[in-house]
């Protein structure tokens, strides 16, 4: 069959203007990973507008094998994520999500799990924007790179020194080592002019958020220190586990 149509339910990752004028949408499903599709019609189409990022719905997809042309026809959002649109803190967080969904083919080819996981966050990031709540906007940031790293099999182990491989006691000084991109024990911190002290109560917070669904997790609150630790590990992390460089690392909203 030169021409097939699908729908499947997916979040709306990015939408870009191509140079021919027309609209290319990426969307994240369960069931297809990641599709690029063109959306047609003028600025202020129903389906533009329908088809936004974050958006989360039911996509239909029509298929032109011969021609080559994957076509998003039609899109009925389930949630819209409202608030994260009126927020730059909140924009540059999801358009991180996004980026990093992106560049890592989502997670790596774990659809189910980066549909998830991209859920939670844009749900955790809505409702800290609703709330003006910066602190709560770091903490979902930190969790979903430090949940994707995880998904994907980078996170570092916290109980083991990724200089010295010797162990982490639970209750002992942790330091972030980025030119490992581990955690690092007291004394191979110390050589480490680079280290970032990260406070117990960050191993803690990560620990209790691990058994909590995400948007519980990001509502437990965190020690400015703790969490100013735990965003610089997680943004360190993600950008060495990223394919290509993350432009949103770069923007200084994030
Ligand atoms: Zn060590």
């Given at each position: 069959m030169a021409t097939r149509s699908a729908s499947f339910e997916a979040v709306l990752l990015r939408s870009k203007e191509v140079p021919s004028g027309a609209r290319v949408a990426t969307l994240l499903s369960a069931e297809e990973g990641l599709v690029e599709a063109f959306v047609f019609g003028g600025g202020k189409s129903k389906l533009r507008s329908l088809a936004s990022p974050w958006h989360y719905g039911r996509a239909w997809i029509y298929r032109d094998a011969a021609k080559g042309l994957v076509k998003l026809t039609d899109f009925d959002p389930l949630r819209e994520f409202p608030d994260i649109r009126g927020d730059l803190?909140?924009?540059?967080?999801?358009?991180?999500?996004?980026?990093?969904l992106l560049a890592t083919c989502a997670l790596g080819g774990d659809w189910a799990d980066a549909l998830d996981l991209a859920l939670g966050a844009l749900s955790a990031i809505d409702e800290a924007a609703r709330g003006r709540d910066r602190c709560a906007v770091d903490r979902a940031v930190s969790l979903f790179a430090l949940r994707a790293l995880d998904a994907m099999g980078l996170m570092p182990d916290p109980g083991e020194c990724a200089a010295c491989a010797g162990a982490i006691r639970r209750d002992a000084l942790h330091s972030y080592s980025r030119g490992s991109g581990g955690f690092a024990c007291a004394r191979c911190a110390e050589a480490d002019h680079d280290a970032v002290p990260v406070p117990q109560g960050a191993i803690a917070w990560l620990e209790a958020a691990g058994r909590r669904p995400f948007i519980e997790a990001v509502r437990v609150g965190l020690a400015d220190e703790a969490r100013h630790a735990l965003k610089a590990m997680a943004l360190d992390l993600a950008a060495k586990a990223a394919n290509s460089p993350l432009k949103t690392l770069n923007s200084g909203l994030l």
């Open positions: 803190g909140a924009i540059a967080a999801a358009s991180f999500a996004s980026e990093f």
